[in-house]
């Protein structure tokens, strides 16, 4: 049998990469109950929005409003792309910060007109700031087993960008298979190896379900001793890469089979399913998860 | 890393299990070039059709035609669910026959009127006439994991009815977890034990998406040496209890994973896509499939 963790934790990204990619303007209102909703299902990390520029982004507009309104469980994390957003984030309130920066120069020459490097020396006195503060700062990086642009990464890439934010100061490293192409073996083999260089760092796997392997990578990654999932509830989000296609793994599918599998998330899926349900009626793109339909057909 | 097959087989159910759950009757033309679609796909086993009665199941009227017009490529076989279908897949010069019972009572009693026992009893003498005739025969155990009415089977069970088969001759024993409920450890710890206990039979595990935990069960059961899997091409087709539920794990999806993997099947994951874009013109579910989102999204 398998050796595999007790517990896990679920750190949704709904409200934040969900809504993001989302063309539809959603209501403040709507978000701040869909936020709520999934507060009260048990999630007790999430990623809120995004102090993005609303000339870039406009359904990040309210992200002011957005963290001044919710109740702060847990850990409630906001986005902030450069200076500018980590300075919004402040004056906000927020005391949980995400940035994030791809480890291929390709990808985020595309994304941010710079390359890794430069997004690294932008990066270092803003990370340096929010750790003055006193805040949590949440490394995410993307594109850590394949580009679009670059295809394969290597994970030697991969760890020493990791390596750079530990070193300036990150508390969690949540490692993105952006596009949603890395494989189980891959999966593992890149967890193991992160486990193993940065022991005293919260892991977060990040896993896109666009050629169906994200649940196969979790049960991986599960093998490898993780415990901490990136997910969206109704799959919401994800690669804006690929129009139609699958991105973020759905948080009801992910808590499911950690429940089955025994492995306790404090989490109750269909309370996610009915927080789904809400916020279905404000986003154009269909609900596909396993546990969402069977929650339509009152299977669950 | 983790010890997989290096060969692996798909035997693809889709234009029968698949077809056989389509609302909409499928012309016998279109069923043939789907048939040779899949096979110049590199699909050598292959669920044809099904010698059920017309009046139960209209969809599968066609069978003596569809069998007597497909190219014999590998493995093609014909599902026989009585002695009645056996003599009709023998007359139409069929020569590997699936039988199908469930584990649970309640799950037989419901869908042909009769306990397992009675099921078994009433297919020893079909199997025996078979095996005289030199007919590969595939028996095919559902609700091995979990039964919609008795909840959870015990694997000892599973394990029992597979030897009785095994006893009456069976070639192949293929493993279903039919409504979509068992999870990587559950399909990890049955199939090594069907593995120790059956090494002379031919072992396919038959996973369902329906909470989305097909492709990490698909992945448990390699690392437990299984290289055997059904799949059904455009994920067509499943358990007929939950509508609008996800069924059949999809071919190309599960190619897909063990081409990343280095597992060898021979088939190519492009040419499915074409089979199952002729073939959805003339169904009535949507196609939500991994690889075929991509394919028809010119990403592949």
Redesign the interface.
Known sequence: ??I?PNNATIIEVGPRDGLQNESKLVATVDKLRFIKDLQQAGISEMELTSFVSPKWVPQMADAKEIVEKTDCVGRQFVLAPNAMGAELALASGATNVAVFVGVSNSFNQKNINRTTDESMAALEPVISKLKEQGIFVRACISTAFYCPYEGKIEPEDTIALCDRFVKMGADELSVADTI??A???ES??LFIKLKETFPDVLLTAHFH?????A??N???TLQAGVNRFDTSAGGLGGCPF?????GNV?TE?VV??LD??GIRTGIDVKKVCEAVANIAQHVSRPI????Y??F??E?L
Chains 1, 2 share one sequence.
């Not at 379900?209 to 392997?213: I, L, S, V």
């Not at 596909?288 to 546990?291: A, K, L, S």
């Open positions: 049998m398998f595999l949603g192409m494989n189980p073996q593992y083999a379900d666009t050629r169906k392997m649940m196969a979790i049960f991986a690929a129009p139609g296609a699958t759905a599918d499911h089979m089955t599998l596909e998860t396993g546990m339909k069977l339509t057909n299977q």
